[in-house]
């Protein structure tokens, strides 16, 4: 396989081994304990939580330094443009209390937490065993959640907390990959007004062993105005509550669409929340989070239509109530405070402003002021791994993965690939002088991994290219600057897999040339227009 100009460059075994770029890991955490008394900071003693994380494939090695990771990285509007298809008004009128069940594979970054707390002494009876919150992947081994979850202010905040578990990769609650949690950061200004306004609610947890789950793209706070323009279509998610009358957490994810309310109605309920919080829901109620969706994400729709996080899961007055709207965490609020404890967080632009003719919009389903993800999600992901001259399966498994936002010229990388949509796979890459490459299918890409046929994926699969299967690598090359990666899933009425068929391997190609061939898909697609396909990107950038 020949290098290709789109910062990609397959790694052959006769090529010799590849850069392997060094950097310092981030510190460990001091436990942190204000001048009230409250600890805000704290490390988790992993012995007590005594069940072991599973999937343990990197036999307990630490991952390793990912390289440039600067703090300052976020993503700009994708240059072939998005939100052309006309705007649907229908709304969803289910409720996550006796809601929608998610389909399996979509909201793979979301996970449901469980957290126990040890009692200080025998003379109080407030104590709380175990509880659950949501959280979402937001960096390789980081959460976000709200504070309010793991910080009680009459237990010392942080204090009584013993350990903390997560599950990701499955929509059962308390099930799939198990992940312990080693430390505890909650907001220093987080605080509960007298009235329990929840202020500053956010909080991070760190985790023992990196996340399978891709990490969550996170709201830009210079396009707050546009992401939390009210009316704007929102999503939420949560195991949380099915009964207003007792607790009952869903054994399965549930969804439902919000619309975003102005900031003027949202404080005119809630007057403490300034620019920290915003309000979602409908003012006759009836969809709603409510207890147990805590700290769960809300998302908006992204420049394609991806799912892109804008808030989580913090309080309100009752669930589903007419006149009361649920609150939840600004994120672009607090892009700085996220940033500078997770290197590898991933911010996003909002949508254009003005909607215009776009193959890949059609392709998405996307619809101005949303809801995120219409006919299903596509993750992508990129991960550095080891250079090895021990290319095959062996080297694939002994690989440490690590999300990174900079990626050096010589590293090696893996892209990963999360569906939520049945049908055929595609994956593009872009470098910074414009070229495009198909990456996959290609001539040497194994297709087991993808099922019976070749480029074929199944709703909740996760793909990696290249597959353990698979004798190359993939190592970045130049040109220096913004690159990114583009999959697309369709189903057969689409018309991909034609499509794919005609461009095997490495092809390069320009900007138009991929243009045609996206229109071509496009316009096949108004003869199904609710058929399952999904559009999902990453970008990255190639520094020296």
């Known amino acids: 396989m020949r290098p290709r100009h789109c910062g990609w460059r397959a790694l052959l075994p006769a090529l010799g081994v590849g850069l392997c770029v060094s950097g310092a890991s981030a510190a460990g955490a001091q436990d942190y304990v204000a001048e009230n008394g409250l600890m805000y900071v704290k490390r988790l003693d992993l012995r007590l939580n005594k069940v072991a994380p599973a999937d343990d494939s990197d036999g307990g090695a630490q991952p390793a330094p990912s390289s440039a990771t600067g703090n300052d990285f976020h993503e700009t509007p994708i240059e072939l443009r998005a939100l052309s298809a006309p705007l649907d008004d229908s709304r969803d009128t289910t409720r996550i209390i006796n809601g929608t069940p998610s389909k399996e594979g979509n909201w793979q970054s979301a996970v449901n937490i469980v957290i126990k707390r040890g009692r200080p002494n025998r003379a109080q009876t407030y104590d709380i065993v175990e509880f659950g919150c949501g959280a979402s992947v937001i960096g390789r081994h980081w959460l976000l959640t709200a504070a309010h979850c793991v910080f009680d202010h009459k237990l010392g905040g942080l204090k009584t907390v013993q350990w903390v578990k997560a599950y990701e990769g499955s929509n059962q609650l308390r099930r799939g990959h198990l992940l312990r949690v080693s430390e505890i950061h909650v907001h220093r200004q987080y605080m509960v007004t007298p009235d329990e306004q929840y202020l500053n609610d956010l909080a991070l947890l760190k985790l023992e062993k990196d996340a399978t789950a891709p990490r969550q793209k996170l709201a830009l706070g210079s396009g707050l105005a546009t992401f939390l323009a009210e009316k704007n279509m929102a999503t939420v998610v949560g195991w949380g509550n099915t009964d207003t009358s007792a607790y009952k957490p869903s054994p399965v994810l549930l969804q439902a669409n919000v619309p975003i309310v102005s900031q003027q109605q949202c404080q005119s309920l809630y007057p403490a929340v300034g620019q920290v919080a915003f309000c979602a829901g409908y003012p006759q109620g009836g969809t709603d989070t409510c207890q147990g969706d805590s700290g769960g994400p809300l998302f908006v729709a992204g420049n394609l239509g991806e799912p892109v996080q804008v808030g989580i899961t913090s309080f309100g007055r009752g669930c589903a109530q007419a006149k009361y709207y649920g609150v939840y965490t600004n ?141 190359f690598f993939y190592s ?66 190639v520094v020296n």
């Open 476 to 541: 970045i090359s130049a040109p220096l600057g913004r690159a990114y990666v583009i999959a697309i899933v369709a189903a057969e009425e689409v018309g991909l897999p034609k499509i794919a068929a005609a461009h095997r391997g490495l092809a390069s190609r320009t900007a138009e040339e991929v243009n045609q061939e996206l229109a071509e898909i496009a316009r096949q697609i108004n003869v199904h227009p609710r058929a399952a396909r999904a559009i999902g990107t990453r970008q990255y950038e």
């Open 331 to 471: 994120i672009g609020h607090f892009e700085q405070w996220i940033r500078q404890r997770v290197p590898d967080a991933t911010f996003a632009p909002p949508p254009g402003q003005q909607p215009g003719s776009s193959p890949l919009a059609d392709i998405a389903g996307a619809m101005p002021g949303g809801p995120p993800a219409p006919h299903g999600q596509v993750n992508v992901d990129i991960v550095q791994v080891s250079c090895s001259g021990e290319i095959g399966q062996k080297a694939a498994q002994k690989a440490v993965m690590r999300s990174a936002n900079r990626l050096k010229v010589g590293a090696c990388i893996k892209v990963v690939v999360s569906s939520g949509v049945t049908g055929h796979l595609k994956v593009l890459s872009r470098n910074a002088d414009g070229r495009i490459d198909t990456i996959f299918p290609n001539p040497h890409s194994g297709s087991k991994q993808l099922g019976a046929t070749d480029g074929y994926v199944r709703a909740g699969s996760t793909i990696a290219l290249p597959g353990v299967a698979d004798n």
